[in-house]
């Protein structure tokens, strides 16, 4: 049988994957802290009929080789750390990181995760929580008679109370990863540390390699609609065009076929 | 008779073939730094070449050859991708020797080494380029020559080949990467520029290898058509003989 059959449907599953991805990108456009994924494609091992420079005859060797290879598959999917958008929201409990860093987040089950995610929340014991109702690590309580709550650039949370005197309850400290594209996807905008992403460095924010904290804006979304919508269409082309090669493969096999009658 | 079957057979066998490898094109149109295989179309040239030497009987033999024009650099905005533009590749180190690539989309990995897709290292000019754990990814900066630098100060730099004349030895092991025999030693390679936060796309252009997967499918057809005229010729000859 063609061997450009099962190629053919390695270009397609490819492709298939590349739209999944982007079909995610996209609807995580309004996502807060959302980093894009990006799909990495290699090529598979090759089949070598001919080496290059084989002897034909004597005196004659040929130019170049013959391999053929077996199509392809989508080595990795990686994240884009690159910025997203600030938007300016004015709410005091709404961070922003300018640079390298995740904030840590604790889960019911002790877990640390990792998140870009600076909408933050006061839940019913003043407790400062992730939208999803998880503590942030170190955890930080504001006492219920504050009157305001300010978070400084190094993540020092400021409390004033009634009678106008301010004192800091805590600093929200970063992590930083040397291979941030490692971490793993946990949803919920969280992401955990695996043994591509290496160990979690904790700093304060401002520090070197660490990003500054900006109190009052959120991190949008990196997603830029037009460059998916592109991606989007190079991979529905590329789907088509892997299957048109079935198409025309299968035809040559008919007149194969219609040859013995 | 036999003579002509021979024929149709190796020429369709070489298209079967040909086919197969438009097919693998066609897969890998979206593969980073992936460098399109062309069959040679001289072969009519070629195999009278070998007609002459080995007396056969006009059986056409196909060759590949792999196309190393520069396929175009797109913008990907990650800083660990890299596009190299001119004649270049960089080098990965793997367990069985050194391996070329022109796909730039690369990592760090625990150890703050640069490492490709599959976690080989990456060569730098002396050594693994390792990036201090201090350093943010935001912060790495690649100039146009290869150099890292890394919060102001440099780190390393990547190992940048070329092969020149030789370029046609190199064989493809998979997985974005070539390889050349022993005997044939790198050059530093010149004249290229390093595009961080790019990456290279395939040189396959779909329109091209589409054209080439109808013509390949008509020659096909226009072989088997030529067996069943042989077929049929030779039925009314043997009616004849028959009576």
Do not use: W
Request: contains cysteine; charged residues 20%.
């Amino acid at each position: 049988m063609l061997r450009a059959f099962s190629t053919a449907a390695t270009g397609m599953t490819a492709q298939q994957t590349m739209v999944d991805v982007i079909a995610n990108n996209l609807a995580n456009v309004n996502t807060i802290g959302f980093k894009r994924s990006q799909t990495d494609f290699q090529d598979l091992l090759y089949i070598k009929l001919r080496e290059s420079g084989a002897e034909v005859a004597s005196g004659i060797n040929t130019p170049g080789g013959l391999e053929i290879g077996s199509g392809v598959r989508v080595a990795s999917t990686v994240k884009v750390f690159s910025p997203g958008e600030f938007q300016n929201t004015g709410r005091k409990l709404d961070i922003a990181i300018r640079g390298d860093g995740f904030l840590q987040v604790t889960l019911p089950n002790g877990d640390i995760k990792y998140t870009r995610d600076g909408a933050l929340q006061l839940n019913a014991n003043g407790q400062l929580v992730t939208t999803t109702g998880y503590f942030i690590e170190p955890a930080i309580t504001i006492s219920t008679d504050a009157v305001s709550v300010d978070v400084g650039k190094d993540g020092s949370v400021n409390v004033t109370d009634a009678t106008g005197t301010s004192s800091v309850v805590g600093t929200i400290q970063l992590v930083r990863f040397p291979n941030p594209s490692g971490l793993s996807n946990e949803g919920d905008n969280l992401l955990a540390e695996t043994g591509a992403s290496g160990t979690a460095t904790t700093g304060t924010a401002g520090e070197s390699g660490f990003g500054t904290i900006q109190s009052g804006f959120l991190e949008k979304s990196n997603v830029q609609m037009v460059t998916e919508l592109v991606n989007l269409i190079t991979a529905q082309r590329a789907y088509e065009i892997n299957s048109r090669a079935i198409m025309v493969g299968d035809e040559m096999l008919k007149t194969a076929n219609n040859m013995v009658r | 008779m036999p003579d002509t079957i021979a024929q149709i057979r190796s020429s369709v066998d070489s298209l079967t073939e040909q086919f197969d490898i438009i097919a693998h094109n066609l897969a890998n149109v979206s593969t980073a730094g992936y460098k399109r295989r062309c069959t040679v179309f001289s072969r009519l040239l070629d195999s009278q070449l070998r007609n002459s030497a080995t007396g056969s009987n006009g059986e056409v033999a196909l060759d590949g050859a792999l196309d190393f024009s520069q396929g175009d650099i797109v913008e990907t905005g990650r800083r660990l991708d890299f596009a190299i533009y001119g004649k270049g590749f960089f080098v990965v180190e793997t367990p069985g020797g050194q391996l070329y690539t022109r796909n730039g989309v690369f990592h760090i990995n625990q150890n703050g080494q640069i490492v490709d897709s599959d976690g080989r290292i990456i060569a730098g000019q002396a050594g693994p380029i390792v990036i201090p754990s201090t350093i943010g990814v935001s912060q790495i900066h690649v100039s146009t020559d290869g150099t890292v630098i890394g919060d102001g100060t440099v780190i390393g730099s990547f190992r940048l080949v070329d092969f020149g004349d030789n370029e046609d030895k190199l064989v493809s092991a998979g997985a974005n990467c070539f390889q050349v025999p022993e005997d044939i030693q790198p050059a530093v390679a010149e004249n290229v520029v390093v595009k961080q936060a790019y990456k290279e796309a395939s040189n396959v252009k779909m329109m091209d290898e589409l054209v080439n997967m109808i013509t390949v499918s008509r020659l096909y057809e226009a072989n088997m058509n030529f067996v069943s005229a042989q077929k049929e010729a030779s039925d009314s000859i043997m009616e004849v003989a028959m009576g």
